[in-house]
């Protein structure tokens, strides 16, 4: 073997070698890698287990613990495990007995629980299903299920149920649709009798201001004037009793909501009322902010404004008369201010404003309803009302408004 | 300008005073009819031959109340086109509502104030006597 051979097959050897030991290196790599899996999945299955049987103590807390009747049955209706929930709605002893639920269906429902079971395979749950059962105490009681089937390897095999005794929700529910329709019914009643009683408040007074004016114009050169100054004394009295009749027939009707709500475009809504409202020359009304939509009844929202707009002008007694309304937006509710630079209120009577026949100033054109008025419409859109007021120098008027 | 004939339906004896002293005093040349309340009014109205050319109604009477007699005038084939006017203190918008439902050639409120009065039926007269009015 010549020389050459030699190290040609020496350095083939060595090469061999170096590869083979590198082989060696990257299995031993990967027994180290293999194994530290193997640690890792050794240790996600002991915290998998862990886990699953945690679970099922916290189900079994869930269980017992519920303050709903909890039930699973067989696909026959067949009692296989019940809560002491469950125990007391459907009045047995204890959770041993045994037991069907189907046969506590109250005969007049069997046919409804018969769907809602068909459906309860079909669909694989049932939710808000209200049936009657008797109990094995023998007393009736409307119940409300949520039920869901348990399935084994795809095929059901059981079937789980929330049940919950809604007899007396029911009759409570009953009763309370029957106090509103009876409320609905006397909230007409009392309207049609305020228009009534209305009517028939005006009707003499619109007589006796018709015989004024004929014995005035039967006797026209023969009165004195004073007889004629207490006749246009007697026409003053029967127009301020004309206008408390009306006033109590709107304070009347402003606690039935009777339109359906919409939604009022305020600023809309004010600058009318400006065209509207006697204004005199030396009152300005300013409008400080653009005033919001909200949701309500135009035609009361339009009695709040005009009440307040018209008792801050009525109440000005300086040369240069301001009224400015303004809005501020407090999250829940907008809060609206209406302030004049009048002859303000004592603080003694501010809260007495709001109650009705409480005219402080007694006029020809004070009712003592208005602010009332105010004060229910603006309880109907859940808002509050109260005042600030320097006497002399003005007062404002704060409410709230429900968004 | 047309003389009207008017049936006036009221039951409250100031307000037939009112209306007729307020014609006089107007100097118009109508004649009126009373009638106290829905029952007595379709008594006059049984004579054919003498039909009112239009008619003042009133709602709250006792007997036979307004409402229900212009259900009655409206569903007889003659009566039907006479032109019924309320007359009323009822600014109720239901009981308005349901008028004009039925048929009605005017809805006015009663004021307080007899000059208001004078000057609502003056001009309630005016409107109707230059109206063209079915002929009997």
């Known amino acids: ?141 409307l119940v409300h299920v949520n039920a869901s089937i348990i399935y084994d390897e795809g095929k059901p095999v059981a079937a789980q149920g929330i049940v919950r005794d809604i007899t007396e929700i029911n009759s409570l529910q ?125 035609v009361k929202l339009q009695q709040l404004f005009q009440n307040l707009i018209s008792n801050a002008i009525k109440f000005i007694d300086k040369e240069v008369g301001l009224v400015e309304i303004d809005v501020k937006d407090n999250g829940t509710h907008y809060q609206f201010s209406v302030k004049d630079n009048g002859i303000g209120i004592e603080e003694k009577f501010h809260e007495k404003i709001f109650k009705i026949f409480h005219a402080l100033n007694k006029s020809k054109h004070s009712t003592g309803i208005g602010l009332s008025i105010v004060k229910k419409i603006v309880d109907l859109h859940q808002g509050q009302i109260w005042l600030e007021s320097i006497p002399n120098l003005g007062t404002t008027f704060f409410f709230t408004l429900k968004k | 300008m047309n003389i009207l004939n008017i049936l006036l339906i009221e039951d409250d004896m100031i307000e037939v005073m009112k209306l007729n002293r307020t014609i006089s005093k107007l100097e118009l040349p109508h004649n009126i009819v009373e009638a106290n309340n829905g029952e007595e009014a379709l008594k006059v109205l049984q004579k054919k031959d003498e039909l009112p050319d239009i008619i003042l ?19 007889d084939d003659v009566l039907k086109y006479i032109p019924t006017i309320i007359l009323t203190t009822s600014n109720n918008q239901r009981d308005l509502l349901e008028c004009y439902r039925i048929g009605i050639a005017g809805y006015v409120l009663k004021p307080l104030k007899y000059e208001d009065y004078v000057s609502k039926i003056e001009k309630l007269l005016g409107y109707w006597s230059i109206n063209e009015l079915k002929q009997i």
Not at chain 1, 117 to 135: A, M, R
Not at chain 1, 204 to 231: G, M, Q, T, Y
Not at chain 1, 240 to 265: A, N, P
């Open chain 1, 1 to 141: 073997m010549s020389q050459d051979k030699i190290d040609m097959l020496q350095r083939a050897l060595a090469r061999e070698k170096a590869a083979r030991k590198q082989a060696e290196k990257i299995l031993e790599n990967k027994a180290a890698e293999l194994y530290e899996a193997k640690q890792k999945l050794e240790k996600s299955y002991s915290e998998l287990e862990a886990l699953l049987n945690k679970t099922d103590s916290q189900l079994q807390g869930v269980f017992e613990n519920i303050v709903d009747a909890y039930v699973i049955m067989d696909l026959m209706g067949n009692i296989l495990k019940m809560n002491d929930a469950a125990v007391g709605l459907l009045g047995f002893s204890d959770a041993s007995e045994n037991g069907n639920l189907m046969d506590m269906v109250h005969p007049t429902d069997l046919k409804l629980v018969a769907g809602t079971f068909k459906n309860l395979l079909f669909e694989g749950t049932v939710t808000d299903s209200n049936f009657k059962i008797v109990t094995k105490q023998k007393i009736e009681k």
């Open chain 1, 174 to 298: 009953i009763q309370k649709e029957r106090l509103l329709e009876k409320l609905e019914k006397s909230n007409d009643e009392l309207q049609e009798y305020a228009h009534i009683v209305s009517h028939d408040l005006k009707s003499p007074l619109r007589s006796i201001d018709a015989l004024v004016n004929w014995i005035k114009e039967d006797n026209k050169d023969k009165l004195d004037e004073i007889s004629l100054h207490n006749f246009s004394l007697i026409e003053t009295t029967l127009e301020k009793m004309e206008q408390l009749i009306s006033d109590v027939l709107v304070y009347s009707s402003v606690g039935v909501e009777t339109l359906e709500k919409e939604t009022v475009d305020l600023d809309a809504l004010v600058s009318d009322l400006k065209t509207i409202l006697f204004v005199p020359d030396h009152v300005s009304i300013s409008v400080i902010q653009p005033l919001p939509k909200i949701e309500g009844e135009k």
């Open chain 2, 57 to 75: 109604l009133d709602l709250n009477m006792p007997k036979l109340n307004g409402i229900e007699f212009l259900n009655i005038l409206k569903k």
